[in-house]
């Protein structure tokens, strides 16, 4: 009762009564049970805009009809709206080229183009004219990881770097001790430290802005190998110009289609980018961590703002939850990294055969590091307030101090004065 059959070239399958998806999804639901992991919204929303950029392209060569292109069309937009997210519920872990994945899409599609239409509308000739899952896959990860780039990750990163250029001009008459191996080295202003930071990060958004170009290079219009077979000639353009009009951003056809199916260079690339940045942020947050430390027996340079309580048995104790959360966040960046690497390499022949491990560890690496660039922004960086007296105290009795005196008495006298000045506590 709660079942209806559907059928594919394998023969029939069962599928929930109330599924928008067909046969060949519920295959992959029953064959791929290995998870609870599923492609994340970027790329679902990245499928709908590339099977609507498809359908347009399609109707404007003359290959599919206004009316059914229309109604694919829509429906897939509706889907990379978030309407329908609960009817892509395949593993992350499937065929190697996301075939499982694009089948999905595309029998979803199909079933909302038949309701407006009432009329059958194929999965496989209508929603993918002109496409294959070897061209759709690779092309929904250049998308996905683009639009996230762009709308999360950017904006996020310049919003902990003007936070922290905000701080260093309030704070820019402080001078506290530097430190080298852990120990103290020669003074600075705190404004000059955290000009470190934002310097660090400001690297990252141009070495992520470098990435941006090689994104905008799309696999579709190789079909299956790269020979663009069963797929117009013009197909390619036109698809770029669709997808470029329902995004506002210059997608371009790949110069070497057989290059960008067979390999994932420039997510591989991406993904180094997005390690370093999370070097750089595991950087900052382990410095707040120090600097906080205390409050009576560490650095105390700072205070981070209380946010909840440390402690399940010590009561008052307070600790430096963001720079935590988002030394963890990064450290995760840097193990998805591996994987996407270690993925990146599996390019036999025409095809990379784990284009869905790809996409998911990429997309989760960009989302992990928007989020901790904000809270890291928003709740310490700006929040955290400078303990003065407590700098000024080591400030002072630094014998470190001395090698400003090298140039006068030669670094032997000078490490004599250090030296005496540790051991008289002056």
Not at 61 to 88: K, M, N, P, V
Not at 208 to 217: C, H
Not at 322 to 346: F, K
Not at 413 to 422: F, H, Q
Request: with cysteine; aromatic share 4%; charged share 20%.
């Amino acid at each position: 009762m709660n079942d209806r059959l559907e059928k594919d070239s394998l023969g029939e399958v069962r599928v929930p009564a109330d599924a928008l998806y067909g046969a060949q999804t519920q295959r992959a639901i029953d064959n791929f049970a290995i998870s609870d992991l599923r492609l994340p919204r970027p790329f679902i929303r990245a499928l709908g805009l590339i099977k609507a950029a498809a359908a347009a392209a399609n109707a404007k060569l003359g290959l599919l009809d206004h009316d059914l292109a229309a109604a694919i069309e829509t429906s897939a937009l509706e889907i990379a709206a978030g309407r329908y997210d609960d009817q892509f519920p395949v593993d992350v872990f499937q065929t190697g080229s996301g075939t499982s994945s694009n089948m999905n899409a595309n029998e979803v599609i199909a079933t909302l183009s038949q309701r407006q239409l009432n009329r059958s509308v194929h999965p496989n000739d209508h929603v993918n004219m002109g496409q294959s899952s070897n061209d759709v896959i690779p092309t929904a990860i250049h998308v996905s990881a683009l639009l996230e780039l762009q709308e999360q990750l950017l904006p996020a990163l310049d919003h902990l770097r003007q936070t922290i250029d905000n701080k260093a001009a309030q704070e820019e008459d402080i001078i506290k001790t530097g430190r080298t191996h852990l120990m103290d080295g020669m003074p600075l202003t705190l404004s000059q430290e955290l000009g470190a930071w934002s310097a660090l990060l400001e690297e990252s958004r141009q070495s992520l802005d470098e990435s941006l170009p090689r994104l905008l290079q799309l696999a579709q219009g190789g079909t299956a190998v790269g020979t663009g077979v069963n797929t117009d000639s013009a197909f390619a353009t036109t698809f770029a110009r669709e997808l470029c009009r329902l995004t506002s951003h210059d997608f371009q056809p790949s110069s070497n289609f057989f290059a960008a199916q067979s390999a994932q260079t420039a997510s591989v690339e991406l993904s180094g980018k997005l390690k370093t940045l999370a070097t750089n942020i595991i950087k900052i947050a382990n410095d707040l961590r120090w600097m906080n430390s205390g409050p009576l027996t560490g650095l105390a340079e700072i205070e981070l703002q209380a946010l909840q309580p440390g402690s399940s048995i010590m009561p008052g104790k307070v600790n430096p939850v963001i720079p935590e959360a988002a030394a963890m966040a990064a450290t995760q960046v840097m193990g998805n990294d591996v994987a996407i690497g270690i993925a990146g390499q599996s390019g036999n022949f025409q095809l990379n055969v784990m284009l869905p491990l790809i996409a998911w560890n990429l997309l989760q690496s960009i989302q992990l590091l928007a989020g901790a660039c904000r809270a890291m922004a928003d709740k310490s960086i700006a929040t955290f307030r400078v303990q003065e007296a407590n700098i000024r105290k080591g400030l002072h009795r630094n014998p470190i101090l001395a090698t400003a005196l090298n140039p006068v008495v030669g670094y032997e006298k000078a490490a004599e004065i250090a030296k005496r000045a540790y051991r008289e506590n002056r």
